[in-house]
């Protein structure tokens, strides 16, 4: 369809396009409500079907550019979406935050953007050869921290995540050693500790372990040490200084049945739902939770529990295994790419995606705590859908042009 | 080791193990835990039900009930649970005379709500509970339930009504936590003080267990108790109230207000005719909503702060305080004698006494309320300066009273006749005019009744209001919603004092025009006046005045469309609400103080 190289990723993309069927599906269903015999159908389902047709055929268009146009507007890209950040700051707020621009009917959130222009942007200026390590990171953190900076204030926790562990990944695609990995992610591993001195013991000398296993110097263990316990040991004093509703609403972000009536609400709704849909299901349109509405918003970001419900186990894992599938495939393709920027940007884009698809699933069997973050390729949104598919675009087009620049 | 280590692989790694842990998850969530969910899910079990917080009531100065809480039985629908929807149509058409196309709407409005349940009809009386309750079963879709609503028991204008929220004000207040089936305060007190008398509505989360048997799915915090709403306590005396609506002669349009002196306090309050705020209760009918909306007498109109009217020779008190103020007349000041009019430029402007009055003082000018004398007075005013001098004893200004909507009036300076009538239009004329009380000049009667009050009280001019205090769960008084109660009225003590002695002749001197509102025991102050409206109909009779023991005590003001003079049909009507006053609450005070 696209092209006859060889090089053509075909399994990436059937694999995709079947996402995407099982998206536009699932969106029908979510969307549809029984009352008595008669079905009432919002029109989601023939919306996101247009926004598919639409992705497609920018990913045609994606395959036959130029990659020297592409490298070009990368720059220009990162620095549009950092605007786009701060625009919508001052925009009016949907839902209690300033996530989404509205022209008529199509919301979208700029926030989509960033993170696929930021991991190109990082991939680009990284990837330069000879950097030092130190450097490297340094680069990384800088150009990550705009629009995470821009994202907090919006407010969307959950996005800043899913750009640090984006950053992350590169970092080890980068060949940063892991024990550096360690050393950035040890104070949040320290904060969490910190409740609990046996815990906390037991992390600090595994850290020290490693730290002498992988040779590093005296001066920088006892830094490393010294920071850890020292942020350990502030962190019990801080929160003891928080407001009780602030106390509040971190504990309920970490355990949301504390509040059965807000976000615990659709967590056990969700879990209701997915259970209830034992191993085979209720059938496609049937889920009698999905057409009770105990869950709102059950098109986007509990999708997910949709599929639960009416395909049961058996569907719920044929999903996962193809996002499997999906994934391990964008892991064989790190591998195959020896442009170190591309080999960068597309350990980037896998390990968003990833972390995307864990936390929304995980959410939605209540495994990890409520965060807006949709489910990629499933969920109705064409901001999301589009952004996503690009990504994956951007790595089908790596792969499609290897070999001409060895 | 080391080289399986590289980065793809522990990509992979990682995936691994992220999916295994999602797989093995849903597994216990769908196949170990699978029949414990589907049992649950089977029995429908959890839902987020809203236990609305009572509505505050309000009562009056003595605590006497004045609007109350009853119970009321409500019609619901389910969509969900409809069976068929042309027999369940059919049903509520006769029963409760909906048309079918509305429940065909409803229904399809609330499609993806279709469990919530939608009101559907009010206060079901009791026949038709009886009747509707038998075929109950054979409409799953519908259930009754017991809420409550509101009862007025004093027909008046200030409580306003309570109805149900519309979609303007749902989108307004939804933030708040009213849900689609809330009321709202439409008019009046109940919408001034929504936001005291609502309160928040609880959540709980109930389960709906065919056996009865707690499936303990939730920790804890299952129930989200309401906060009732606060109760209103007004300044108004009911018994006083009731008999200020009860000596206001049949046929005739006006208002009453009647004002504690020394808190602003509104004591009563009454707009005539009226009309009964329960017939808003229930689902009004076409023919009732007609009659009340398209009465010519405008019922519902509120003529104490909504009605705006000229308000005649009353306002000459204000005219004499400027005159003095401004030192064109002092109190022996005999100026032109009045021969029952005055010709300034080629127009003739009359005084009500065409026989005319000879040279007055200014207190007897007020007593024999002689037009000519104020005539004369208002060429030597200027007209903005006499504007900003009104707006500062807040007459042709909002009150600032604790209802909503207040009108405002009208009083005209130079700039106004320039943009209404031309540039070159004189205002000598208008100006003659206004300084009795007419032309252009509107107010409503409260605005006069808290003007004189403020005479009463030596110039010190309170916002007159109905809240006396909000109680409950906590206590908040009026004072404390509210600064700057009290301003002082731009007139000296000595100029005070002269306005007193002719509103004190107006009543008890002999040729006083409102001998009428003479009460006997105690003082009473005031002043007649005659408005003229309209060419050929009668004028509209005010009197105003207060009712003086030891101190002042309150200000009464009476006012009638097209009710004749002031001191034949107001000034009666005055004196009996004070003679009223004085009997049963003023006495009752010395009483309670003796026994002390």
Redesign the interface.
């Known amino acids: 369809m696209f092209t006859k190289s060889k090089n053509f990723d075909w399994t990436l993309f059937v694999l995709l396009l079947i996402l995407l069927m099982m998206g536009v599906f699932a969106i029908y269903s979510a969307s549809t409500?029984k009352?008595?015999d008669t079905y009432?159908v919002?029109n989601f389902w023939w919306k996101q079907a247009i926004f598919v047709i639409f992705v497609l055929l920018t990913l045609y268009f994606l395959f036959r550019i130029p990659f020297a146009v592409i490298d070009l507007l990368i720059v220009p890209a990162y620095i549009f979406s950092l605007l786009t950040l701060v625009v919508v700051l001052f925009l009016p707020t949907i839902n209690g935050s300033h996530r989404w621009f509205q022209f008529g009917f199509l919301h979208f959130q700029p926030s989509e953007m960033a993170k696929l222009c930021t991991i190109l942007m990082v991939a680009k200026i990284i990837s330069k050869p000879y950097m030092g390590e130190l450097s490297i990171m340094l680069r990384g953190f800088l150009v990550t921290l705009l629009p995470v900076a821009l994202i907090i204030i919006e407010p969307d926790f959950g996005t800043t995540v899913v750009f640090c562990i984006s950053l992350l990944?590169m970092f080890?695609?980068a060949?940063i050693p892991?024990i550096y990995i360690l050393l950035i992610v040890s104070p949040i591993l320290s904060i969490i500790t910190s409740f609990y001195l046996l815990y906390f013991i037991i992390f600090i000398l595994l850290l020290i372990y490693l730290l002498i296993k992988y040779r590093l110097s005296w001066v920088g263990i006892s830094i490393a040490v010294v920071i850890n316990v020292f942020i350990s040991l502030i962190t019990p004093f801080i929160w003891q200084g928080l407001k009780t509703y602030q106390q509040n609403r971190i504990l309920t972000f970490l355990d949301p049945?504390?509040?059965?009536?807000g976000a615990?609400?659709q967590i056990?709704?969700a879990?209701?739902?997915?259970?209830?849909?034992?191993?085979l299901g209720k059938g496609f349109l049937l889920g009698?939770?999905k057409?009770?509405?105990?869950l709102p918003e059950h098109h986007t970001d509990f999708i997910f529990s949709v599929i639960?419900e009416e395909f049961?186990?058996v569907g719920?894992?044929i999903l996962?295994l193809v996002?499997?599938m999906f994934?391990?495939r964008l892991?064989?393709a790190?591998?195959k790419l020896n442009v170190r920027e591309r080999k960068i940007a597309t350990?980037g884009i896998?390990?968003y995606l990833?972390f995307q698809i864990?936390i929304n699933?995980?959410m939605n069997?209540?495994?990890v705590p409520t965060t807006g973050i949709p489910l990629p390729f499933i969920s109705y949104g064409g901001s999301n859908l589009l952004i996503n598919s690009l990504a994956v675009g951007m790595v089908m087009k790596y792969l499609l042009e290897r070999g001409f620049m060895k | 080791m080391k080289t399986n280590l590289n980065p793809p692989n522990v990509f992979k790694i990682i995936l691994a193990v992220l999916f295994l842990f999602l797989i093995s998850s849903l597994f216990e969530l769908q196949i170990i835990k699978g029949n414990y969910y589907h049992q649950i899910a089977e029995r429908n079990f959890v839902r987020l039900n809203r236990i609305p917080a009572t509505r505050g009531e309000i009562y009056d100065r003595n605590y006497k009930p004045v609007v109350i809480n009853i119970p009321s039985l409500n019609l619901y629908l389910t969509p969900a649970k409809i069976k068929n929807v042309k027999s369940l149509m059919q049903f509520l058409q006769f029963n409760y005379g909906i048309d079918p196309a509305e429940v065909d709407s409803l229904v399809y409005n609330n499609r993806f709500r279709s469990y919530q349940d939608i009101l559907i009809a009010e206060n079901t009386d009791y026949d038709t509970m009886m009747r509707v309750s038998e075929d109950l079963n054979y409409y799953p879709s519908l259930n009754f339930k017991v809420e409550t609503t509101r009862q007025y028991l004093i027909p008046n204008h200030f409580t306003g009504y309570v109805g149900r929220i519309n979609a303007d004000e749902y989108s307004r207040v939804k933030e708040e936590g009213y849900s689609i089936n809330s009321s709202i305060g439409k008019t009046g007190l109940e919408k001034y003080y929504e936001v005291l008398l609502h309160g928040k509505d609880g959540n709980e989360i109930i389960q709906v267990d065919a056996t009865g048997k707690s499936l303990n799915l939730f920790k804890n915090n299952l129930v989200q108790q309401p906060e009732n709403g606060l109760s209103l306590v007004l300044t108004m005396d009911s018994d006083l109230q009731k008999y200020a609506s009860s000596v206001f002669p049949g046929g005739v349009n006006g208002a009453i207000a009647v004002i504690d002196v020394k808190t602003g306090g509104i004591l009563a309050y009454s707009s005539k005719p009226d009309f009964d705020q329960n017939m808003m209760m229930t689902k009004i009918n076409k023919d009732d909503w007609n009659r009340i909306s398209n009465d010519p007498n405008k019922p519902m109109l509120d003529r104490v702060i909504h009605g705006v009217y000229p308000p005649g020779s009353v306002f000459k008190a204000l005219t004499a305080s400027i005159g003095l103020e401004r030192g064109v007349i002092t109190q022996y000041s005999l100026d032109r004698p009045c021969t029952g009019g005055l010709m300034i430029g080629n127009r003739f402007f009359r005084c009500w006494s065409r026989a005319g009055h000879g040279s007055l003082s200014v207190e007897d000018a007020l007593r024999v309320s002689c037009d000519v004398f104020f005539y004369d007075l208002s060429l030597k005013l200027n007209l903005d300066d006499f504007q900003k001098f009104v707006f500062a004893n807040h007459l042709a200004q909002r009150t600032g009273i604790d209802l909503p909507n207040e009108r405002q009036g009208l009083f005209p300076n130079t700039a106004w006749y320039k943009k209404h009538y031309g540039k070159y239009t004189g205002i000598i004329g208008p100006k003659v005019n206004l300084s009795i009380g007419q032309g252009e000049i509107q107010v409503s009667p409260l605005q006069i009744c808290a003007y004189y009050a403020a005479l009463a009280n030596n110039g010190k001019w309170i916002r007159p209001h109905l809240l006396d205090r909000a109680i409950g769960n906590k206590t908040i008084l009026y004072r404390d919603l509210n600064q700057k109660l009290v301003t002082q009225l731009p007139v000296s003590a000595n100029t005070l004092r002269i306005i007193h002695e002719g509103l004190y002749k107006v009543v008890n001197a002999p040729g006083g025009t409102g001998g009428a509102a003479r009460v006997e025991g105690a003082d009473v102050y005031g002043k007649t006046g005659s408005a003229e409206n309209h060419v050929g109909s009668p004028t509209h009779a005010w009197f105003v005045g207060y009712y003086v023991t030891d101190t002042p005590q309150i200000a009464v003001c009476v006012f009638m469309e097209n009710a004749g003079h002031g001191g034949s049909s107001a000034a009666p009507i005055a004196g009996q609400i004070m003679r009223y006053y004085h009997d049963h609450i003023e006495n009752n005070k010395t009483k309670m103080v003796a026994e002390k």
């Open positions: 409500t009352i008595g009432n919002k990944a080890a695609a060949d892991f049945t504390l509040d059965p009536l615990g609400y056990i709704q879990k209701i739902a997915i259970g209830s849909g034992s191993i009698t939770q057409n009770m509405n105990f639960g049961g186990f719920s894992s996962l996002f499997f994934l391990w892991s064989l790190v591998g350990a896998m390990a990833s864990f699933i995980g069997i209540g495994v």
